[in-house]
């Protein structure tokens, strides 16, 4: 190749041919650019499991630009002399190619796409950002949006893109005469326990997943996590399974359960395919078209699909839509002015805490927890505790495999942290230890006692939530979605009142926390 026309830089969320940086491709004249990088797995400390699901579905993917005859430069992260910054070695590839145009589809990351802005400035190589069409909703088709809503409230977003899809919609109207089937799906299993769950499938290391695992294990033998049990789909092939096993085996009841929660079993009727979305191996408006289907064809009941698409079609959308448009300084939020820093327990799942162990623990095997784990376990304790949400956001992007910072960022900080002060969220998402026993059997086997708030044997949850309504109480009596839990403030004793912040003090004092 003489004379090179378009360097198409494919990052590690974009593996999709069918992305828009392919428009036109030749591939006697382009070159598709991919590179490995150490930076990318340590500017957080990722967990192991996640570093391995991305480069093995990028090694993979290149392998299907090979298969399809593209001219592709691929920089391993083993490579000798890899300079160890996606930034570097891009800056070397441009010197090298020194190509008429970068083409890329919109970065997942605020940063990523500064970065590929300030190397090629600096290289005096114009750049072409296309729009990401994996989505719905445009970034411009959201700021249209937001500029005619005063507020950003998903169920707004979520039936106007219901309309313009016609996605579960019948003459006009919704199917089943409702947007919303979320009072038929907030079920626990109740004290009999879930039975018998159908298992997930898994997909065993190929030769190529293999070689990245020891890789991992050789260059990041520090991080957090165990790869003892990857199994993931890491081709557009397996997506397409773990989709097709997900839509026959546990959608009927995933609509039930969605917020449940059980000892031992990590993954119950969820997909566990948001990775696979997230890095465009599987097309979220193929996923929509299976369980809508599942539905017509009487497979599937409308709470549980209903519930599903709204994940899909409704909040993720939505949250891409409110991290673009809030961007950079979105990050920096910090309503309740939280400072503490992150328990040592996220990182080592050593706690008496019987939820917490449970869902940290399964998180540091699997690299996964359910949206409720994630919202009202791991999540509800840092908000109560007070954890600089920026920290928190670091841990959240780390350590779960799924994790891009488009959808990771506004899930944490304002969905679970409330740092944005309700931009996203009518209210902040607190709760006593009596809701994880509601919805679990966790507490079953814990020393502490959910109803308790004060003494040696009251649930820190418990304490932590009467503690945060009283830290925060001038900052939240004008939020009409708490009046109630204020009101129950108000019936406290002073005397008890002070006996709950003496306990909350003792929690932070005690707990360890700054040493990872």
Not at 21 to 46: I, N
Not at 129 to 147: G, L, M, N, T, V
């Amino acid at each position: 190749m003489s004379r090179i026309r378009h360097v198409i830089v494919v990052l590690g969320d974009q593996l999709s041919c069918e992305a828009a940086a392919f428009d036109g491709f030749d591939a006697a004249l382009d070159l598709v650019w991919m590179a490995e990088a150490a930076g990318e797995s340590t500017y957080v400390l990722s967990h192991k499991v996640r570093i391995a699901y991305f480069l093995s579905a990028m090694r993979h993917f290149a392998e299907e630009l090979r298969a399809r005859d593209y001219c592709l430069s691929y920089r391993k992260l083993d490579d000798r002399n890899n300079r160890g910054e996606l930034s570097s070695e891009l800056r070397a590839a441009l010197a090298r190619y020194k190509p008429e145009r970068v083409v890329v589809t919109e970065p997942g990351e605020y940063r990523m796409e500064q970065m590929l802005q300030a190397v090629c400035q600096e290289a005096g190589c114009p750049l072409e950002i296309r729009p990401d069409r994996h989505f719905y909703c445009s970034r411009q088709d959201f700021h249209k949006w937001a500029e005619t809503h005063s507020q950003l409230r998903l169920e707004f977003f979520y039936r106007d893109l219901r309309k313009k899809t016609s996605v579960l919609m019948e003459h006009g109207q919704p199917v089943g005469g409702r947007w919303n089937f979320d009072s038929d799906n907030r079920k626990s299993f109740g004290k009999t326990g879930p039975g018998r769950i159908p298992l997930v499938r898994d997909f065993p290391p190929d030769q190529i997943t293999r070689e990245v695992i020891a890789l991992v294990e050789e260059k990041f033998p520090h991080h957090p996590g165990s790869l003892e049990h990857f199994a993931l789909p890491v081709t557009a092939l397996a997506a397409q399974v773990a989709l097709q096993d997900f839509v026959a085996h546990r959608l009927a009841a995933f609509g039930s359960y969605q917020d449940a929660m059980w000892g031992g079993q990590p993954f119950l009727y969820h997909s566990r395919i948001s990775a696979a979305m997230n890095v465009k191996l599987l097309d979220p408006r193929v996923v929509i078209m299976a369980v809508e289907d599942a539905y017509h064809r009487g497979n599937a009941p409308l709470a549980a699909v209903e519930g599903f698409i709204r994940q899909i079609l409704g909040w993720r959308e939505y949250v891409r839509g409110v991290y673009w448009l809030h961007m950079p300084d979105y990050l920096e939020r910090n309503f309740f002015h939280a400072a503490e820093k992150l328990p040592d327990l996220y990182w080592d799942a050593k706690t008496d805490m019987h939820c917490l162990q449970q869902v940290v623990g399964a998180t540091l095997a699997f690299g996964y927890a359910h949206h409720i784990q994630r919202l009202m376990v791991t999540g509800l304790f840092a908000l109560l505790f007070g954890v600089d949400p920026v920290e928190v956001h670091k841990w959240y992007l780390a350590i779960y495999w799924d994790a891009v910072e488009w959808v990771e960022l506004p899930n944490t900080a304002g969905m679970s942290q409330f740092a944005d002060g309700g931009l996203m969220a009518s209210k902040p998402y607190i709760a006593s230890g009596k809701y994880i026993q509601r919805m679990s059997n966790y507490c079953q086997q814990c020393r502490y006692r959910p109803e308790e708030s004060t003494g040696q044997s009251a649930c820190p949850f418990t304490t932590l939530y009467w503690d945060f309504l009283l830290r925060h109480e001038s900052k939240l009596q004008d939020n009409q979605r708490l009046r109630m839990q204020l009101r129950n403030l108000e019936r406290l004793s002073a005397e008890k009142k002070e006996a709950i912040q003496v306990r909350a003090r003792e929690l932070r004092t005690n707990l360890p926390k700054g040493n990872y």
